[in-house]
């Protein structure tokens, strides 16, 4: 076989810069939410540059879009890297981006170099994987594989009452040309860059991070309900006051889920007081707790001691505990870990394993394929925030990573 190519990290940072003024905000980040305007002139623009490669463009029905460089057998499945477009609300550059970016420049560079492969190779942009206009957030990727229903999340609205499916047919109108795509389609492989979003690999010193899988979640719906009552009137012992029932679980919850490890997270990050007069004790406050761990079965075990721990501190108020949410934790598989970190090591680019505490696409899709993701530092572990930031070098180190293994996976002719 003849050596890999090089990438171009003067090309690849041009089309980042290219896409970092594409929403750009004030702050020098970009606030590009899911399927909104720049969020589509983000996914012309990449069909464009595909479009003026030879390469095909397709949308599936919950608009994700795939950009193909063709194989020499179009019967086989597409192996394909990728991420997402879209980005929180005055939020980072890089985050998504510089996984669609670095598979985009890991194609070229194979196109460049004349490299023939036998299965297809894919650009794969996952619609919405951030959420915070259309919930939940990696919707694209879960319809894809099968998580979700097509009706339903298509349904999901934003605060001003515009649907998911009217958004797609929006991407879909400004993307005449583009074919369509099977949901469900299965990969060969499909592997995601992204940045780490926390501090170790700077921390290490390392440039990339071979992740070895993603930690699970367990949310519950907690609801205290007490009620309404004066608050010049009422006197302590007639009350019924959500508000303190709620908060000393919060408390309690919060001591019960220390952990010596730090291992597992616990996050209220919702927590809903009504009716929200200043001059009324609060009948009614519902609170969602979020607990993750690695282990499906520590989140078992510490996830079942919600409702016990609520229930001991309701006071004379009442408490229903519903489940809000789940998702299992998940393991790449070994067998491609080691093609990414042997790929990084022979680049010379210092490597580690590294655990993900953040969801990603990649998880959903690792049902349809053999499935990795490799990480990149971000300056201070900042994500989800203007000042969020990756070396052009890194972000370089992340494309040659993924074009050496795409090209290994593709099967050279
Ligand atoms: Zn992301």
């Given at each position: 076989m003849p050596p890999l190519p090089r990438i171009d990290p003067d090309r690849l940072w041009r089309r980042q810069s290219e896409m970092d003024a594409?929403?750009?905000?004030?702050?020098?980040g970009v606030h590009r939410l899911a399927l909104g305007a720049d969020d589509i002139e983000a996914h012309r623009r990449l069909a464009d540059w595909a479009a003026a490669r030879g390469w095909t463009v397709a949308l599936d029905d919950i608009g994700n879009m795939f950009l193909r460089r063709a194989g020499?057998?179009?019967?086989l499945p597409p192996v394909a890297s990728g991420s997402h477009t879209d980005s929180q609300p005055?939020?980072?550059?890089?985050?998504g981006m510089s996984g669609v970016l670095a598979a985009f420049e890991a194609l070229e560079t194979i196109d460049d170099a004349g490299i023939a492969t036998r299965h297809p190779l894919e650009v794969a942009i996952w619609n919405?994987?951030?959420?915070?206009?259309?919930?939940?957030?990696?919707m694209g990727s879960a319809v894809y594989a099968g998580m979700r229903t097509l009706a339903e999340m298509r349904a999901t609205a934003d605060a001003d009452g515009i649907t998911m499916g009217a958004c797609v047919d929006d991407l879909k109108a400004a993307l005449p040309d583009a074919g369509r795509r099977e949901l469900g389609?299965?990969?060969?492989a499909f592997i995601e860059s992204h940045i780490e979003q926390g501090v170790t690999l700077e921390g290490n010193g390392n440039i990339i991070g071979v992740v070895t899988g993603m930690q699970g979640y367990r949310r519950f719906r907690v609801e205290v309900t007490g009620a309404d009552a004066h608050s010049g009137t009422t006197p302590r012992a007639r009350r019924k006051d959500a508000f303190v029932a709620a908060t000393e679980m919060a408390v309690a919850l919060r001591a019960a889920f220390i952990d010596d490890t730090d291992t597992m997270r616990f996050t209220i990050g919702r927590f809903e007081v009504e009716?929200?007069?200043?001059?009324v004790v609060p009948g009614r406050v519902v609170f969602v707790i979020d607990l993750r761990h690695p282990s499906a079965a520590a989140l078992q075990v510490e996830g079942d001691r919600v409702a016990a721990i609520c229930a001991g501190l309701k006071g004379p108020c009442e408490v229903t505990i519903t489940p809000h949410s789940a998702s299992d934790p998940m393991e790449f598989p070994e067998a491609m870990r080691a093609r990414l970190a042997a790929a990084a090591t022979a680049r010379g680019y210092p490597n580690q394993p590294i655990f993900s505490g953040a969801g990603h696409d990649a998880r959903h899709i690792a049902r349809l394929g053999p499935a990795g993701m490799i990480f990149i530092p971000c300056k201070d572990g900042i994500?989800?925030?203007?000042a969020e930031s990756a070396e052009k070098e890194h972000c370089a180190a992340a494309a040659q990573v993924i074009a050496d293994v795409l090209i290994e996976l593709a099967g050279p002719v």
């Open positions: 594409i929403g750009a905000t004030p702050g020098g020499s057998d179009p019967a005055m939020a980072g550059r890089f985050d919405n994987e951030e959420g915070p206009r259309f919930a939940p957030a990696c389609a299965p990969f060969a009716p929200g007069g200043i001059s994500s989800h925030n203007e």
